[in-house]
């Protein structure tokens, strides 16, 4: 008899204490999926995840086995972060993150770098499309950025002239 995996726990984040383990998570999961991104690029970023980051939202953590494996931050609709570690990559923690997130935090759209074929896949295939495009990240660095929405429940309306497909 085979034992029925029960899938990932999901929890609110348990705020400054466990940052390191979530930073661990964003740092293999990066490695793993982001190429593109310049070392200065990802060390700006990882010194800023405690400090600017993770206080900004509202994060979601995925367990196995009582230890993160997973995390998400939301804001007002938003999907601003969502990191599986590399090494639980392809067993549903991302989709159970993105479930939680749309279903009980009503997110209904999601930015991601059109450089992560992976991550733009995976969210076009849970009901996302593009509503827009920007030559460059929220930071204003050379990492273009697709503009993604729940199909039917993104507004293109709350995107800037120049953001429009």
Not at 45 to 60: C, N, Q, R
Request: glycine share 12%; hydrophobic share 35%.
């Amino acid at each position: 008899m085979r034992d029925i995996d029960p899938g990932p726990t999901i929890r609110p984040g348990h705020g400054p204490a466990e940052y390191p383990e979530l930073i661990a998570i964003w740092r293999s999961a990066v490695r793993a999926t982001h190429d593109f991104l310049q070392e200065e690029d990802f060390r700006r970023i990882e010194d800023g995840l405690a400090s600017t980051y993770f206080p900004a939202v509202s994060l979601i953590v995925a367990e196995r086995d009582g230890r993160p494996v997973g995390f998400a931050g939301v804001a007002e609709g938003g999907l601003e972060m969502l990191f599986v570690s590399d090494d639980a990559r392809g067993h549903g923690i991302g989709t159970a993150l993105l479930d939680v997130a749309t279903s009980e935090h009503d997110v209904t759209r999601v930015d991601v770098n059109e450089q992560n074929a992976g991550a733009r896949g995976f969210y076009l295939s849970r009901g996302f499309e593009q509503v827009g495009r920007s030559d460059l990240d929220g930071d204003g660095r050379p990492y273009p950025i697709l503009h993604l929405a729940l199909a039917g429940r993104g507004s293109r309306s709350s995107l800037e002239p120049d953001e429009r497909p």
